[in-house]
Each structure stands twice: as structure tokens, then as C-alpha cells.
């Protein structure tokens, strides 16, 4: 996350939601895990760790276009695990919590003791954005935060900040976005 140095001019602060609040690293690793488990059992092989292990390299280099294909192709998959493994990291529930970052949690504080006010705006499929943010140990912030769309507010042919900037009853110059 980049450094905020709050801006007496600005009032609101939106954040992106990946390698902004969490690393997005911890997201996708559980769902590699959890797609590794899910054909484990479907399949009735042990292959899970080595499923889990596949994708995680490729993920860290940075080597994940075509991954699930690439994982498919490697391990002799059906095509039907494409359908599964989209479900799962929409719905999925995490065996782990998303911490945010320390970084995240001390600009929090500063903004609020600033008396700014403090949002999340993100980009994606809104219920795979969702779905991470119900796994965010929010450590009490989740109660003053709103969460904004992009792919919504654009969908129903609003510009994501004018309509958050109305909604604060603030002017656009006066919003800050981190991403």
C-alpha cells in the first residue's frame, strides 16, 4: 500500500481491496487450497498438495494466465473443474481470516483521528469482491466503513465517484482513492 500523507483538502479515502488492505497473495492461496482439497475428494486420488503446490508456484511467478488450464491440463482434469473453480473463489468460505495489513490498520487510525471518512471502492466481480471482504479481519473498522462497486455503479450507468462524492454530499476533488 502506498504511504498516505492525509491532504487537508481531502475528506473521504477510498481503498482497493487487493494488495491494498491484505496481500492478495493470502486470498488466492487458500483458494488454491481449497480447489486442491475439492478435487482431492471428487477425484478420490491424493493429489491435493500437489495441486496446491502447482498453482502457488505459478502464482508467485507471476505465471497465472491460463492456470487453471495449465492445472487441468497437468493433473488430467476434466473440463467440469473450470465451473467449480470459479464458484469457489466466489463463494468460498476460508478456513483462514484476511489480516489487514499493519500499514492499513495505522492509516485507518490516522484518518479517523484526522476526522476523515474512510470507504473501500473496488473493481471485479462484485460478489467475488464480496466474498473476500466477509473473510477480512476488520478488527472493529467493518462497522464505519462503506463498500462501493466499481463494476455496479458503471453497470447502471453511474460514475463511481460522483455517485460516492454525492453520497457524502462532497464535492469529487475532496475524495482521495488508494489502489
Given amino acids: 500500500m502506498k504511504i498516505i500523507n492525509p491532504a487537508a483538502d481531502k475528506q473521504l479515502y477510498l481503498f482497493e481491496v487487493d494488495d491494498v488492505l491484505y496481500p492478495k497473495r493470502d ?8 480447489f486442491g482439497q475439492f478435487v482431492e475428494f471428487t477425484e478420490s486420488k491424493p493429489i491435493a498438495a500437489a495441486i496446491t503446490q502447482f498453482m502457488k508456484e505459478r502464482f ?3 505465471n497465472i494466465t491460463g492456470l487453471l488450464q ?7 482434469l ?3 473443474y473450470a465451473e467449480n473453480f470459479e464458484r469457489l473463489q466466489a463463494n468460498a468460505h476460508l478456513p483462514l481470516k484476511l489480516l489487514l ?4 490498520k495505522d492509516t485507518f487510525q490516522t484518518l479517523t483521528q ?17 466474498n473476500k471482504l466477509k473473510h477480512v479481519d476488520w478488527a472493529g473498522w467493518d462497522r464505519q466503513i462503506k463498500i462501493f462497486f466499481t463494476d455496479e455503479l ?4 453511474l460514475d463511481p465517484f ?18
Fill in 101 to 104: 495489513f499493519e500499514e492499513t
Fill in 78 to 80: 476434466l473440463e467440469d
Fill in 70 to 76: 495449465a492445472t487441468q491440463k497437468e493433473f488430467d
Fill in 162 to 179: 460522483s455517485y460516492i462524492a454525492s453520497e457524502y454530499g462532497l464535492d469529487k476533488a475532496a475524495i482521495e482513492y488508494i489502489r
Fill in 27 to 34: 486470498y488466492v492461496l487458500q483458494i488454491y487450497y481449497l
Fill in 114 to 130: 484526522l476526522g476523515k471518512k474512510i470507504a473501500i471502492l473496488t473493481a471485479g466481480n462484485p460478489v467475488l469482491q464480496l
Fill in 154 to 157: 458503471v453497470f447502471r450507468n
Fill in 60 to 62: 508467485e511467478a507471476d
